[in-house]
């Protein structure tokens, strides 16, 4: 059984990843274009363009969580993505109260430690990274063949 589920834990991962994404670029959409029922506590609207932190945060919700979802440099845009919500716990939530049930930062502490799991295990499958870094090697092997050797 466990073999079974270890050969699994790409897709897996790939999936979760894929989910996590979406669910934080989906977060700057709403702050940024009012999509969604738009930013939080605006009743559908959008937050102000270069208002410190809920702009530059939807900025990189968007940013990141697409290119999470995507699986295009998941390490960097997820080690991003985790200091953003580790910030926001911090700064934003954890003066209201100690507990994240009771200061309202639960989707903040959820979502940092899910992207600082993907900074140490990659994208997974169905990722644009393992494609992209697939694709150099294989040409360099194809290379490899076809120089001619010298006797």
Not at 82 to 92: C, I, L, N, P, Q
Not at 114 to 136: E, H, I, K, N, W
Request: with cysteine; hydrophobic share 55%; net charge neutral.
């Amino acid at each position: 059984m466990s073999a079974r589920l270890d050969s699994a834990q790409p897709y897996a991962l790939g999936l979760f990843r894929i989910v996590i994404g979406l669910l934080f670029a989906v977060h700057g959409a709403a702050s940024l274009f009012g999509v969604l029922g738009g930013a939080a506590g605006t009743n559908g609207g959008t937050l102000a363009a270069g208002t410190w932190p809920g702009w530059y945060a939807a900025v990189i919700q968007l940013v990141a969580g697409g290119l999470v979802l995507l699986g295009l440099g998941t390490r960097g845009a997820a080690l991003i993505a985790s200091g953003s919500m580790a910030y926001a716990y911090f700064d934003v939530h954890q003066q209201l109260a100690l507990w994240p049930i009771q200061n309202g930062g639960e989707l903040s502490a959820l979502f940092c430690w899910s992207f600082l799991l993907l900074v140490f295990t990659g994208s997974g499958a169905f990722g644009l990274d393992r494609l992209l870094a697939r694709r150099p090697a294989q040409e360099e092997a194809k290379a490899a063949e076809q120089t001619p050797v010298a006797v």
